[in-house]
């Protein structure tokens, strides 16, 4: 029969545990970085400059997309994002002392931007993309800050996230941070442009291009490389914008890029879905030196070529059936608008031959642009769009599956097909 341990045994092994949990705490709790100070040029600007660049920031950030529901007051927070750790709920950013940042000091709104800490010092969560703020110079966390001072105070007290255990934990936080964060300004390269640095900025930094664009580990840890991935929150996938397989913009040219950025619409591209939001509501906003310099980046970035060997497509006499019922939905309910062919009429009608849209390894975004529908944002340069109709309400999940297997597979296409599983995940899934 085992012996219990005795009290002063005990008490010698908890004091040894917490010791062991002071060391590991003390090793991954980050520390503060204070950063560069802000510029005296930028110290001396007068207070409405200031204050216009910040809402021209905040712009470039999106960030009412976070921090405000939909019908609620601007930047007061509430707004639920749905992770794979559980709900994170964005807090309240207007002038309110007690449930806003009413209280914070300019510190206080770096520290969060810059080293992803809150006034009280809790760390923060990085559905906040403050691995992307970081990047941020003090002179433009400041501009923000000074426009976030105009927001009106809104009495709405911040609700807890509902985060499953241990990532509820902020020890657990400190380890992720510890693996995946490092805090530091950005670093102008020498041997590029003005302009290309500009773009570099503003795509790495406030544009946080990277947190839906790259692709995130079974931790939520992603690198910095653009290389797509599926967007839990938003369930859609955010194509690569390296791959030539995807979305890459090697071989476009700059202006078609811009234009695409500006406005939605590309003689080679739409966009629809979360990204429509993002033109509509920030991208759209910005100056045509900056997406153009945004755009000079982006086609910057080195390539990747499609690896592996063609598909080869199954001959049996089912899945022939199957890409023939495609077919004749297409006839019947998409062919008026993109043509026979798949050419479409483009802006308004995006080409369907060689769409790369479709044919990702990923078919999230045709399966939900079928099943609900979708505009191009209404924009400056665009601002009467055509759109898709829904066919959720038409089409059985197994038709689905039949129309977008063809859309894969027809004209220059070749991509596996589909089945009514995944239909039916998506079917689920909310707008936003």
């Known amino acids: 029969m085992k012996r219990p341990m005795k009290p002063h045994r005990l008490r010698w092994a908890l004091a040894i545990l917490l010791v062991l949990v002071a060391i590991v705490a003390w090793l991954l709790w980050p520390r503060h970085d204070a950063g560069p100070p802000a510029s005296a ?15 021209y920031l905040a712009r470039a950030g999106d960030c009412m997309a976070c921090h405000t529901v939909r019908g609620g007051a601007q930047y007061a927070g509430g707004r639920t994002l749905e992770t794979p750790f559980g709900a994170v709920i964005s807090p309240n950013l207007t002038q309110d002392a007690e449930t806003g940042i009413g209280a914070w000091s300019a510190d206080d709104f770096w520290n969060a931007l810059h080293n992803g800490r809150s006034r009280d010092g809790r760390l923060l969560y990085p559905a906040f993309p403050y691995p992307n703020y970081t990047a941020v110079t003090r002179d433009d966390a400041d501009a923000l800050y000074a426009y976030f001072r105009t927001i009106p105070a809104v009495r709405q007290p911040n609700a807890p996230h509902r985060l499953r255990f241990p990532y509820d934990r902020q020890v657990a936080l ?10 530091g300004v950005y670093r102008e390269e020498k041997a590029q442009s003005a302009e290309w640095n500009r773009g570099a900025y503003l795509v790495q930094g406030l544009g946080h291009c990277s947190a839906c664009h790259s692709a995130r580990n079974a931790l939520g840890g992603s690198g910095d490389e653009l290389s797509g991935g599926l967007v839990p929150v938003l369930g859609w996938y955010a194509p690569s914008l390296t791959s ?47 997406v153009q310099a945004m755009a000079v980046y982006l086609k910057s970035l080195p390539s990747t070529k499609n690896g592996g060997a063609p598909y080869e497509r199954s001959k049996e ?40 849209a479709l044919t990702m390894a990923d078919a999230a975004n045709p399966i939900r642009i ?30 689905v599956a039949q129309v977008v297997s063809y859309l894969r597979s027809a004209w220059q296409n070749n991509a596996p097909p589909v089945g009514s599983t995944a239909v039916n995940r998506y079917r689920a899934v909310p707008l936003d």
């Open 41 to 55: 040029a930028f110290a001396a600007l007068p207070a409405a400059e200031k204050i216009a660049r910040g809402a």
């Open 174 to 183: 400190a380890a992720w941070r510890a693996l995946y964060f490092s805090p």
């Open 244 to 290: 030539d397989g995807e979305a890459g913009l090697g071989d476009w040219p700059v202006q078609d890029i811009a234009r695409l950025l500006h406005t939605g619409v590309a003689p080679r591209s739409t966009v629809f879905g979360p990204m429509a939001e993002v033109v509509r509501e920030s991208l759209q906003h910005l100056s045509e030196g900056d």
């Open 317 to 356: 006499a089912q899945a022939v059936a199957f890409i023939a019922a495609g077919a004749k939905l297409y006839e019947q309910h998409c062919a008026d608008c993109h043509g026979k062919g798949g050419e479409g009429a483009p802006p308004h009608y995006p080409p369907l031959a060689g769409n790369r």
């Open 370 to 399: 079928v099943l609900n529908g979708g505009f191009p944002p209404a924009t400056h340069g665009n601002p009467r769009p055509y759109g898709m109709p829904p066919f959720s309400h038409v089409l059985s999940d197994v038709e």
